[in-house]
């Protein structure tokens, strides 16, 4: 069973139509990640997800239960993209919170486990609205992970992190993926997801314009090979072809320094996917 399944989903706000039908699914323990420009509708999807915003059609489970449903609603975490946390609570009140919302019965332990995998047990009584926007952000994945769900929903968790904070956040999400967590990541920072996401799935206007693991959709490049003369790119050459190179300008004479078998990296995959489609 998957753990969020999305079929034929679609939502209209008046005249806007934020999904189109959309097919989307998140496999057990997978981490799959949703890009597309701003307005694609990647919010929308989550939070049909979570049962804050109702679909047009379609259908949304989240572990095999109806979105929105209590059973749904139980399993899952969920940080949303903007969201604001009463300034006056303390980082430890805020997981508390959150912890009798959830039904979580971790207590303190857990709260402490927590602050401790966001790298935050030093801010435990740091009031919210005294926090940096990046230590709110990391509260946020801490609260997304009250009550150890199995499939977590984050949209855009890493939007306000430094570089530092955000190696922090791939490392939670790899130990995730060790937990068996599923995960579905929303973001624009396409290095970050192509270093953690198993899977990806990009949504232009509402649509799903291309997914598949990273390196299904990406293609060869050539082989660029350094050399005294400079850099020189084959372009039809494969990885296979690799030595054959280097022999070949060994031969003649030339140093070689370094070799490059080269693929398109995700970003040129998704220029080329929305391409035409934003402007
Ligand atoms: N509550 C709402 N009422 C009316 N229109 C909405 C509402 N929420 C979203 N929309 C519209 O639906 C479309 C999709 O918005 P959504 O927030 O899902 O995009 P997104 O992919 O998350 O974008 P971003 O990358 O900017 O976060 C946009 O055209 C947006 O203006
Ligand atoms: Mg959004």
Redesign the pocket.
């Known amino acids: 069973m998957a753990a969020f399944r999305a079929q034929g989903l679609a939502?209209r706000?008046?005249n806007?139509t934020?999904l189109g039908g959309v097919d989307l699914e998140v496999g057990e323990g997978e981490l799959v990640g949703l890009l597309?420009?701003?307005?694609?509708?990647?919010?929308?999807?989550v939070?049909i997800a979570c049962g804050l915003?109702r679909a047009s059609a379609g259908s949304a489970e989240v572990a095999g239960a109806p979105a929105g449903s209590a059973t749904a609603r139980a399993s899952l975490g969920y940080l949303a993209?903007l969201f604001r946390f009463p300034g006056w609570y303390n980082a430890d009140e805020l997981l508390a919170l959150h912890q009798r919302l959830a039904g979580s019965e971790g207590g303190a332990d857990e709260r402490a486990e927590l602050l401790d995998l966001v790298g935050l047990s030093e801010a435990k009584t740091r009031k919210v609205e005294d926090m940096s926007k990046g230590m709110q952000q990391r509260l946020g994945i801490a609260q997304s992970l009250v009550g150890k769900p199995r499939l977590l929903f984050l949209?855009?968790p890493t939007s306000a992190l430094d570089p530092v904070g955000r190696r922090t956040v791939r490392s939670l999400l790899e130990e995730l993926r060790r937990r068996g967590v599923s995960v579905l990541l929303?973001s624009?920072l396409l290095s970050e997801v192509e270093l953690v996401c198993d899977r990806v799935v990009i949504?232009s206007k509402?649509l799903v314009v291309a997914a598949g693991r990273t390196e299904e959709l990406a293609r060869p490049r050539g082989v660029e090979v350094d050399t005294d003369e400079g850099t020189k790119l084959f372009e039809s050459a494969r990885r296979e072809d690799a030595p054959k190179i280097v022999a070949d300008l060994v031969g003649a004479g030339q140093n070689v320094y370094g070799v490059r078998v080269l693929e398109t990296t995700l970003e040129e995959i998704y220029l080329e996917a929305v391409e035409g489609e934003t402007s």
């Open positions: 939502k706000y008046g806007v934020a597309g420009p701003n307005g694609a509708g990647k919010s929308t999807l939070k915003v993209e949209d855009e929303n624009h949504l509402g």
